[in-house]
């Protein structure tokens, strides 16, 4: 099946709530860029392996392109690196990061293992939402679709239930439009554990850096997800936005509760390597340049993770 006759039948079905129809597609294929490959660990109990660098959705992939600045260049180098992970989401930009990544993936999607979410809770919803973000990525199939932004208030009972978010993912994944079931969250640790209790998830997306008020996320959240056998995916490794951990950005009044900042700032270098010391399988990192991609990359390609006790020892400067 086209893709475009794909993309035509699945807007159909959504509207019709029908079953949505099967694709045929090819598993994710080591980058092709020549370069060095990155280490690779296994995505929790799925089957599959990933590099444990992948290429973030925000930062520089959700600007829009400009003269002196293309975001599809970044996805390219990430590819030619072995960044062969890509995550991004509908509430990017309006769908903008979903976009720029498209203009790579019409060429090199099997090179990819590609990440995105729904913001939806509802079935045909989601549908709909899934719909639209394979026309902009250009591909009929997501290796990894997941819950975005799960809340303090949520109400994940009503996932489950005909009409709701999960029972849509449960469709997609039957008709293989998608691979693996998420979910992601970084403003409750308490309700993405519950979230996690409730349903099978593939895997967890969540924050996992050394400041204070991460500490659920590490303590109580990443055991349950590991003894349930889940891919665990870290986000705002520096502090998110634009890196406020990290030294050399500024710091600045905190804009969004999900941003983290403390008065003492590290290398970016040693942010990462401090989550990718954890029982994790892969770190989310945006970059506003192949510069800092390609900083990111040597740091995980010659990998020495912090051992316990210089965690703790960061943990504690972050405080």
Known sequence: MKRREFLRSMAAAAAAGL??????????????????????????????????????????????????????????????????????????????????????????????????????????????????????????????????????NEKPEEWGKPGGVYAALRKLRDQKVIRFLGVTGHESAEMLRRAIEMYEFDTILTTLNPVTRRRPYRDELLPKAKEKGMGIIAMKVMGGGNGCLAAGNPLRKLIFPYHDETSHQVEAARLLRYSLSLPISVAVVGVASVEQLKANVDVVRDLKPLTAAERQELEKAMA
Do not use: C, W
């Open 19 to 152: 079953p949505l129809p099967l694709h045929s597609s090819d598993a994710p294929k080591p980058a092709a860029g020549g370069g060095e490959a990155l280490p690779r660990r296994a995505l929790g109990k799925t089957g599959a392996e990933v590099p444990v660098l992948a290429l973030g959705g925000v930062i520089g992939m959700q600007r829009a392109p400009e003269k002196d600045f293309d975001p599809a260049a970044i996805a390219e180098a990430a590819l030619d690196l072995g960044v062969a992970y890509f995550d991004t989401a509908p509430g990017y930009a309006k769908g903008q990061s979903e976009t720029n990544y498209g203009q790579v993936l019409a060429r090199r999607r099997k090179e990819v293992f590609l990440a995105s979410k729904t913001g939806d809770r509802s079935h045909d919803g989601t549908l709909r939402s899934i719909e639209e973000s394979l026309k902009r990525l250009r591909t009929d199939h997501l290796d990894l679709l997941q819950i975005h932004g799960v809340g303090a």
